[in-house]
Structure formats: structure tokens, C-alpha cells
């Protein structure tokens, strides 16, 4: 049983900034890569960044730069800082991790979605 729990969406002013946070919760698991997705409504799920299991890190043009994706694997944690945010970047957004089990019973990796935090950025 694992569970995806996000938070620290919610609204900023232009220019501001915010600290998503994606936690897994559960046993015998190990992450590896972890991604941000955004989504506005009636809009495609949009990748935004992903850090893999090795520490390396990728990022879509659209952060110009603003966004720093990290892991604490101590806390089975995956964080997006957002920096000089504006409007463009109010969307939902969500993390999926990828998973392995310590488990000969669940082999290979698995896919887990966040349920989205919100994220909106207006004056």
C-alpha cells in the first residue's frame, strides 16, 4: 500500500514563490525517478521537471530556470521550489513517482500520481 501525498500549493503574487512538496508513504519501497507534471483544466498533463533515482536533474524550458526539483531520501520526499513565479505558472500540479519494492513478489518499477495541489499566481 503506498500512498502520494502533496502539498504546499496555494496562492502567491507575481514574483513570489512556493515549495511543492510530493511524499511517499508506505514500506519496503524504493524511489527512483521522480517527475512534475502541470495541468490547467481541459488542458494535457505537461512534464515540468524529474530527478532521477542517481540524483540528476532535468527541467523543462518553461522554468526559465525559476525551478529546483530535489529529494530527500531520508524522507522518502521529492520537492519542486518555485521562484519568481507568475501567472503562467497557475496550474494543478501533480508528481509521479516511480517505485520499486524490496519484495521478490514486485518486480520492476510502478507508477504513482500525486492527487495535484494547486497552484495560483495572481495580484
Known amino acids: 500500500q503506498v500512498q502520494v501525498v502533496e502539498s504546499g500549493g496555494g496562492l502567491v503574487q507575481p514574483g513570489g514563490s512556493l515549495r511543492l512538496s510530493c511524499e511517499v508513504r508506505?514500506?519496503?519501497?524504493?524511489?527512483?525517478?521522480i517527475h512534475w507534471y502541470r495541468q490547467g483544466p481541459g488542458q494535457a498533463r505537461i512534464w515540468v521537471a524529474q530527478i532521477t533515482r542517481r540524483g540528476d536533474v532535468y527541467y523543462a524550458d518553461s522554468t526559465k530556470g525559476r525551478f529546483t526539483i530535489s529529494r530527500d531520501n531520508a524522507k522518502n520526499t521529492v520537492y519542486l521550489q518555485m521562484n519568481s513565479l507568475g501567472p503562467e505558472d497557475t496550474d494543478v500540479y501533480y508528481c509521479k513517482a516511480g517505485l520499486s519494492f524490496d519484495s521478490q513478489y514486485y518486480e520492476g518499477e510502478y507508477e504513482y500520481w500525486g492527487q495535484g495541489t494547486q497552484v495560483t499566481v495572481s495580484s
Open positions: 508506505g514500506n519496503m519501497f524504493r524511489l527512483q525517478d
